[in-house]
């Protein structure tokens, strides 16, 4: 069954997470960037909040595709038990040095997502390239917050052809991307591991604003 992740800021957002049906809580800060971070005293302070009631997944940023910059992040969230880590892909050369230089932390129970951009493009052998690495899991998200969507970027046809690769790897499965309430039934035909909300979930859809209860309730109807 596809599960709903919800993108959070703060404290009192995870609580509202929480109560209204949320099966992955992911930490983010949108005023930072498509994966913005958060601060760590904020993510510690969310993680003693969720206590284990529901998984929680942050991601270190959006930061330069350098391996030590990469495993410097991965590791301050790995000491705070963060329960799954999000790596942007953003644009570079060659992604096999941050590859290579991560497998030493899946070896080591890291739980790694790959984010992946619709608005990117990736070399065809890039998703077998993570698998090998040890990361559980891709999501597919867009990079630049423009009011384009993931649907904007990719149709339903590369939307399908997206999943075979990635289930074909073994991989857990998530789509993001300024979703909202009229994509989720559409994208659960495809049957993700998650779909991920931030914007869809605000108010007036705008992903630095708060909340928007009725919204989150609405999308957990739909799931």
Do not use: W
């Not at 904007?152 to 590369?158: I, L, P, R, T």
């Amino acid at each position: 069954m596809t599960q709903l992740l919800i993108s959070v800021t703060n404290i009192e957002e995870a609580q509202l997470a929480l109560a209204h049906g949320a099966d992955i809580i992911d930490l983010k800060d949108p005023s930072q960037g498509a994966l913005g971070a958060l601060p760590l005293p904020t993510i510690a302070a969310v993680m003693t909040l969720v206590n284990a009631q529901k998984p929680v997944s942050a991601t270190i940023g959006d930061l330069p595709m350098q391996p030590a910059v990469i495993l410097k992040g991965v590791t301050a969230l790995m000491a705070l038990k963060v329960d799954f880590i999000k790596i942007g892909f953003f644009a570079t050369d060659d992604y096999q040095p941050c590859l290579t230089a991560l497998h030493q932390l899946t070896q080591a129970g890291a739980k790694l997502i790959a984010v992946l951009f619709a608005d990117h493009s990736y070399h065809p052998e890039l998703i077998a390239s993570i698998k090998q690495a040890g990361f559980i899991g891709i999501m597919l998200d867009t990079a630049n917050k423009n009011g384009l969507t993931l649907m904007d970027h990719y149709s339903a046809e590369q939307q399908l052809k997206f999943a075979q690769q990635v289930f074909t790897q073994g991989l857990l499965l998530g789509f993001a991307g300024s979703l909202q309430l009229k994509h989720v039934a559409a994208l659960k035909k495809i049957n993700p591991t998650y779909i991920g909300f931030r914007g869809g979930v605000c108010h007036d859809n705008q992903r630095q604003l708060g909340l928007d209860v009725h919204k989150i309730k609405a999308i957990r109807t739909a799931m």
